[in-house]
């Protein structure tokens, strides 16, 4: 990408966030008959096509440490489901075309088994194993499967496994918060259940068939086109040490130090870039240091979430960006961060269209390569404030790696899907007392040593961009 382009790549990003930001709200379309797949929805569909009645969910394990009402538990979960359409939505074919179809209310929330008389901790940890290949069928619904095992008196473990089709990274803290609200409710009996939502998927379907869908989708598909147009195939990281093949992918865990968090706090707002664009201005940077290409490419994932009537919806709203930025002309880094954050708000303004059908577009017109990224990072805020069911603790949601035995911070495996093209994922979740990083790799191809390397370079490279923004990158 050119240099001289920067400043219409910013401007085109500053105008699609205003027009994102001015856009009339989803309207609610009221229909019992089975509505379109979203986008996303559409571009996931093929993946699940051919067992939509044994599919298997994405699982999680919460542990709960406190005094817990189960019987007000159940009625939490199910004024989720209630208010939540999407958790209650099945995926019937209907005329050869997949469709989305919400059932009445549930009468069942979760299996509650309370095994400790019967099985030992070994046991119950089996039972633990056992439901992460538990499935759901799309066909009958529901989309979801549930299960509440007691450890000890003090002790649940909220076993949740959750479909793709209706569910996403950012839709478990959507969840986390929905069913402590619901059951504060509940406990207390003097306020009423959640508040319906604005919108539904459902809705999003029927919006996205629409006139003003297809014109937004258009524009931003031209976008994507000028922002991406010539892109190549990005060289892998270690290529030397590359190796074809089966490979198993594993996590590692790194910290971020809280000094140098909060140092890239106070440059925020110097700079009006975010704690997530910083960090990937200092990745791009290591990027480029060790392939030598100054065109670099990352791919993100999204909340989507930028409208004021999503901020609630629990759904496969979420999707995938690829972030170019132009390194070249030896810029400083307070000159790249600038690059950097137009590159992420223009993105940001123009995510609605899922990353399968960008891709597939700007692929057949021969604009970009079919592997533009071998790197994926993912930016997750943590709650904040704990989240609480009456006087017991909701612990972070944290999904088990089957490869690996990497624990997060709270104790829970944590995991990624990675895609053959693919050499690393880089997993932040800000905390208020620390920034964690989460690397996924596959060790037959970047060695644990090579990548503590790789890391404490990025984490010297964030050092030298916080304490000398003015720096320019050949003097790294």
């Known amino acids: 990408m050119a240099k001289d382009s920067n400043a219409a790549v910013w401007s085109a990003a500053f105008e699609a966030l205003k027009a994102q930001r001015d856009a009339a709200a989803i309207p609610q379309v009221s229909s019992s008959w089975p509505a379109p797949l979203t986008d996303i929805q559409e571009a996931l569909w093929p993946n699940y096509a051919q067992t939509p009645q044994k599919s298997f ?6 542990p709960i440490h406190g005094p817990l009402d189960v019987d007000t538990l159940h009625a939490a979960f199910l004024e989720v489901v ?52 538990a499935f759901v069928n799309l066909v009958d619904g529901p989309p979801y499967c549930a299960s509440l095992l007691p450890v000890s008196d003090s002790k649940h473990m909220l076993l949740l496994g959750f479909h793709h089709l209706c569910f996403d990274g950012w839709s478990r803290l959507i969840f986390a918060r929905e069913l402590c609200d619901a059951y504060g409710a509940i406990s207390d009996g003097t306020r009423p259940g959640l508040p319906d939502l604005p919108i539904q998927v459902t809705d999003l379907g029927h919006w996205q068939q629409g006139d003003a869908f297809r014109e937004l989708a258009e524009g931003q598909v031209q976008y994507w086109r000028g922002a991406l147009d010539g892109l190549g195939e990005s060289p892998r990281l270690f290529a030397g040490s590359y190796r074809d093949g089966e490979a198993t992918a594993v996590a590692r865990a790194y910290t971020i130090p809280q000094t140098t968090v909060e140092g890239l706090r106070s440059l925020r707002s110097e700079t009006g870039a975010t704690l997530y664009m910083m960090l990937l201005a200092s990745f791009k940077i290591l990027f480029r240091q060790d392939v030598a290409e100054s065109d670099v490419c990352v791919e993100a994932r ?36 600038q690059r950097v954050r137009g590159t992420v708000l223009g993105a ?9 059908r960008v891709y597939d577009i700007l692929c057949g017109e021969g604009r970009i390569s079919t592997i533009p990224s071998r790197v994926q990072t993912d930016w997750r805020t943590g709650s904040g404030q704990p989240l609480k069911l009456g006087a017991a ?19 829970e495996p944590v995991t990624a899907n990675f895609a053959d093209s693919l050499d690393l994922i880089l997993q932040f979740q800000e ?22 390397a790789l890391i404490a370079r990025y984490k010297d490279i964030t050092l030298a961009m916080l304490t000398s923004p003015d720096r320019r990158l050949s003097t790294i």
Request: glycine fraction near 8%.
């Open 57 to 62: 969910a994405d699982f999680a394990l919460v």
């Open 82 to 133: 209630r208010v939540q359409h999407v958790l209650r939505t099945k995926f019937p074919v209907v005329g050869g075309v997949p469709r989305q179809l919400v059932m009445p209310d549930l009468s069942k929330a979760f299996d509650f088994q309370d095994l400790r008389d019967r099985l030992t901790a070994e046991q119950i940890e089996r039972q633990l194993d056992q439901f992460k290949s």
């Open 302 to 337: 999204m909340a989507n979430r930028a409208r004021p009537e999503m901020r609630r919806l629990i759904g496969p709203c979420a999707n995938v960006a690829l972030l170019r930025t132009d390194l070249g002309g030896d810029p400083t880094f307070r000159e790249l961060l």
């Open 348 to 356: 940001l303004g123009n995510i609605d269209v899922s990353a399968k």
């Open 393 to 411: 603790a909701y612990g972070e949601q944290r999904q088990p790696v089957s490869e690996g035995p990497l624990l997060g911070r709270t104790g």
């Open 431 to 452: 905390f208020p007392d620390e920034l964690a990083l989460t690397v996924i790799h596959r060790p037959e191809h970047i060695s644990g040593q090579d990548l503590d």
